[in-house]
């Protein structure tokens, strides 16, 4: 059981470059997220969705994109790179209960130059 | 607005001793915690959680958390630390869904 998979692991990016990060589930989860995680400010909520199909904003959405075509995939895209978007990148997945937990990948660790 | 706080920033203990890591939370209703720790380079792995019913939850690990509504806390405690429990653990509220809200974490060393 796969469980949540991201990929790269690692990138190196110049500003203004484009990229984007996969996440995909094997869960049949509804519930998906983007985090991103930075020294002394724990994890950050960038984007959400609830369904295929269904996305939103989270608390630091600026520089990001996403879109949900499958229950299984929820790529995160980055248009037009910027230094401060260098940080650690996880996707988590989680059922349609409230009391379930996040299930995380293992991040993707992106530097941008 | 929910928020979570975790004061401690790093914390050191020996092997073999007792430990308390703190989560304060703000949420208007009834809370739905979590914590998680996070091994250098992985992502984060459920340790416990509390959505109702008895205030002390068990975890894997060895660990336990208890939830006291009057000092809107939830402390993460295990009795005797043991030296691959260094990592970081991150306290986290929602009310539902993916409106989740993390601690900034506190990373724990342990000493032999």
């Known amino acids: 059981n796969a469980g949540v998979t991201q990929t790269p692991k690692f990138q190196v990016l110049k500003t203004g470059q484009s990229m984007t990060l996969q996440c995909a589930q094997d869960?049949?989860?509804?519930?998906m997220s983007w985090y991103r995680q930075d020294p002394g400010m724990g994890l950050r909520l960038i984007h959400y969705?609830?369904?295929?199909?269904?996305?939103d904003q989270g608390e630091v959405p600026n520089g990001y994109n996403v879109s949900r075509s499958t229950t299984e995939d929820f790529p995160l895209r980055l248009l037009s790179a910027a230094p401060s978007q260098t940080s650690v990148y996880f996707c988590?997945?989680?059922?349609?209960?409230?009391?379930?937990?996040?299930?995380f990948g293992d991040g993707t660790r992106l530097s941008i130059l | 607005a929910q928020s979570v706080t975790q004061p401690d920033i790093h914390i050191t203990v020996s092997e073999g001793a007792s430990l308390e890591l703190r989560c304060n939370y703000s949420?208007?209703?009834?809370?739905?915690l979590f914590w998680y720790v996070q091994s250098p380079g992985q992502g984060l792995q459920l340790l416990l959680k509390?959505?109702?019913?008895?205030?002390l939850v068990q975890g894997i690990k060895g660990f336990e958390a208890e939830f006291k509504r009057s000092q809107s806390s939830f402390n993460l405690r295990k009795p005797s630390v043991h030296w691959s429990d260094a990592a970081e653990y991150f306290c986290?509220?929602?009310?539902?869904?993916?409106?989740?809200?993390f601690g900034i974490g506190t990373k724990l060393q342990v000493i032999p």
């Open positions: 949420y208007g209703a009834t809370p739905y």
């Open positions: 509390y959505f109702s019913g008895d205030t």
């Open positions: 869960m049949n989860h509804e519930y």
């Open positions: 988590a997945s989680t059922g349609s209960e409230p009391n379930q937990p996040q299930h």
């Open positions: 969705s609830v369904g295929a199909g269904i996305t």
């Open positions: 986290a509220v929602t009310g539902g869904y993916q409106k989740v809200t």
